[in-house]
């Protein structure tokens, strides 16, 4: 598998075609954007001239959102082909996708949760294993956010992608916001789920802001909505990790209720600090 | 306890269907540690059906609008529960969306609906589709002209026609901006043609005869089997006036 260039260990922005010309304006200093693949896979037209004019001055990451690699029946092998024209188009530095389906038959536009066994381990496994051989580069695999489970499941799910990490030798994609919304939402430790994680394979980190509520019983039901900016328990927990691991590709996802240009630079600008802050510390200790 | 094969596939297949089906049950191995299932089950369902309409509402607003939010999306649920395309690429959802309309006689009593819903079906695919640069009237200039009657126009991968007995390219014109007039003769046969010449898309509102014309190029014909063909259908077509206009629209790439 060929070593690709890594994203700088820097702040990324998703990038919005509604932010595009205050980015060609300001030229921020960002660590890199970041963009879902499956809105890029058009032939040409404006969504590639942005991305190219983007791309030209800045890192690029490469979210799937559709690949559906938890779902147990066989992958698409045409919407891999088009990944894999897309990743060759854009050489982004980096390429990641979801421990979840999306399409039973019709496509259902979410990620789902699945049962975590043997058998959906070994499925898992080998798309993860056929992702990368078609795209011939390493992939990162990010934690879900979940707001069920299922009965059948066997295998705690930081084991799980820790299992799929040492078989396929993919990274992981650490979502922060993810760990405290399902750790709201099932009740458990956010700290400890993450310290079950494999960190030395983390290759970007996920920040994002949730919709809180309640559900019928009136017990707290966390939302993962990336619409608002990232809550203080998030950049609490995201200080902790890089603490421990240190300063690591880190995404500001916003995609829903956009706020200005700024205001995504604004969001950016606070894990920069804390990157920074870790930067110094380890320079200091080295 | 880890269960035999087909245990995966049934799991995922019962999650759907009670996402599809509002009325289902959550499947029986769905749980959750604390709290009450249903509610958390429907944070799923309430996604993807929010995902699903949104994605519908943006690629057809002219659509959605002419008939309200309300009953475009009834239609849209009905789209999804009978014909749910499986790509994950949202915006190919269009054509299928169409044909599925066209088809399913869901609005059978509003004819031009489906024909305004191809405009923007149309539109979505001259957005998307492959660059190519056009040619001006200087590319044809140096050709004698029983040489170029004899060559083939090769048009923008981006071109489409739509024609419809309603005034479609009207109707689409006052939904574009600010402004949407509500004083529109929409009974007036119209046929389009979109293209992507750059960056913009152009809808421009050409006659029948034209638009056989453009059609009878884009089917491999030679220059002068077109014009023969539309002069055929029209005596009074204007090839010279007919092929500036098509140079000027961009929607000419290269001549075989």
Known sequence: MTILPALPRRAGVGFKPEHFDAIVASHPDLGFFEIHAENYMGAGGPPHRRLAAIRADHALSIHGVGLSIGHPG?????????????????????????????????????????????ATLAIVIDHVDAVQSRLKRRMLLENPSTYVRFSESTIPETEFLGAVIAATGCGLLLDVANVMVSAVNHGFDPRAYVAALPLAHVGEIHLAGRFETVDAAGLPLFVDAHDRPVPDDVWALYAEVIARIGPTPTLIEWDADLPPFKGLLAEARRAEAILASHREARHVAA | MSRPDPAPLVAVADFAAAIEDRDRAPPGSVRVERGDVLSRFAVYRNNVWVARLDILDGLFPVASALVGADFFHAVARRFFHEAAPGNPVAHEWAEPFV????????????????????????????????????????????????????????????????ASDASIGTIWAAHQGDAASDEIDATRPE????????????????????????????????LGEAIEAALAADPAFDPGARLAALLRLGAVVGLD
């Open chain 1, 74 to 118: 066989p992958l698409d092998a045409g919407h891999l082909d088009r990944l894999a024209a897309l990743v060759d188009r854009y050489e982004p530095e980096s390429f990641s996708e979801h421990l979840a389906w999306s399409s039973h038959g019709g496509h259902l536009a979410d990620l789902l949760p699945l049962p975590l066994t043997e």
């Open chain 2, 191 to 222: 046929t389009v043609l979109i293209v992507r010449p750059q960056a913009d898309v152009v809808v421009a509102t050409v006659s029948p005869v034209e638009a056989a014309f453009v059609a009878t190029l884009g089917a491999d014909a030679s």
């Open chain 2, 99 to 162: 044909d599925w309309l066209d088809a399913s006689g869901a609005v059978a009593d509003w004819p031009w609906l489906v024909d305004v819903a191809r405009l923007e079906a149309a539109w979505l695919f001259a957005h998307h589709a492959a660059e190519a640069e056009p040619i001006g009237p200087a590319a044809l200039a140096g050709i004698a002209p029983e040489d170029l009657l004899a060559r083939r126009l090769r048009l923008h991968p981006s071109l489409g026609l739509v």
